[in-house]
């Protein structure tokens, strides 16, 4: 016969695996912010490295969502929560990357395309560096979106049984 604990452990196990679930779903998915449509994916490699963790402390379980590299786990946070306006601006590596995942090309100041050098992806990199600095982005809250959907899902009874059992945590960029 299962010990309350297993049983706990073995519904934070099924909860786990639809929290990351949805929160996937919810970084794929298509959203306006700021009267433009926007998705917040682009290798993929976020949505694909998202997981839980189920520990005990006193003899209480405490699943914990994060991700399983240090890589994305630097970014999940941003992504999550946004960044502040007028905060010191990302590195511009990523934006690099991005910009090449992504296939943006460069333009002039008309909006025309220019030639797609590394002069003018660096160039295109640091003014978006620059924005993102002085803007700050909104973040889409895809984590916590789907713990508060799910536990939904899960229902009161399951709620209360839990209550006072599991504490849920948070953990994008704490390594």
């Known amino acids: 016969m299962a010990t309350r604990l297993e049983e ?4 934070l196990d099924k909860f786990g695996a639809d929290v990351v679930e949805r929160a996937a779903r919810n970084l794929g998915a298509y959203r306006t912010i700021d009267g433009k449509r926007r998705r917040r994916v682009a290798s993929g490699r976020l949505k694909d490295d998202l997981t839980y963790k189920i520990k005990s402390r006193y003899n209480n379980p405490i699943i914990s969502f994060t991700t399983k590299s240090r890589e994305t786990g630097q970014y999940a946070d941003v992504i999550e929560y946004g960044r502040k306006p007028n905060s010191t601006p990302p590195p511009i590596a990523p ?32 003014a978006i560096q620059i924005s993102i600095g002085r803007k700050g982005i909104k973040g889409i809250m895809y984590f916590n979106d789907a713990v508060r959907d799910t536990l939904d899902d899960y229902g009161q009874e399951f709620l209360l049984a839990l209550q006072r059992d599991i504490e849920i945590q948070l953990q994008l960029n704490k390594r």
């Open 95 to 126: 934006i690099l990357k991005w910009i090449q995942i992504k296939g943006i090309k460069p333009r002039n100041e008309k909006g025309g395309f220019i030639k797609n050098t590394e002069s003018a992806r660096r160039s295109m990199a640091r």
């Open 8 to 11: 706990i452990n073995k519904l």
